[in-house]
């Protein structure tokens, strides 16, 4: 499966990519909301790991626009996010997430959201 990991913390970013790679994925990394949407659009991955808070714009915005495309639409996106806003996860959830995560990540439930978000 090929996965777009749209994720600012570079650190993370590898060890999400090392685990997805480790699952038999293969999985291109994104460090802003231009540069992830950017990479959706021009080949739609199977699946999209968004942080929501990134330069360059929010995970939220590129939610959005990622729902409200015709190309990118069909795409199951599951939203990471360190923030402790209560509301955060049903905004997601709303704006068509697959499913939340919360951060720190747990490499056997990152999987695990990964297969349950395609199915």
């Not at 777009?4 to 970013?13: C, G, I, Q, R």
């Not at 060890?15 to 990479?39: F, K, N, R, T, W």
């Not at 951060?103 to 959201?113: C, I, Q, W």
Request: hydrophobic share 50%; with cysteine; aromatic share 4%.
């Amino acid at each position: 499966m090929n996965i777009l990991v749209a994720e600012d913390d570079k650190m993370l970013s590898k060890m999400m990519c090392a685990i997805l790679q480790e699952g038999g994925h293969i999985s291109v990394p994104a460090y802003d909301s231009i540069q992830a949407l950017m990479y959706a659009m021009r080949q739609p991955p199977d699946l999209v790991l968004l942080d929501i808070n990134m330069p360059g714009g929010t995970g939220v915005g590129v939610l959005k626009k990622l729902k409200a495309s015709s190309k990118t639409s069909f795409v199951p996106v599951v939203v990471i996010s360190g923030s402790m806003d209560p509301d955060v996860p049903a905004q997601v959830l709303e704006l068509g997430a697959a499913k939340f995560l919360s951060k720190p990540l747990d490499p056997e439930v990152l999987l695990k959201a990964v297969w349950e978000a395609v199915r």
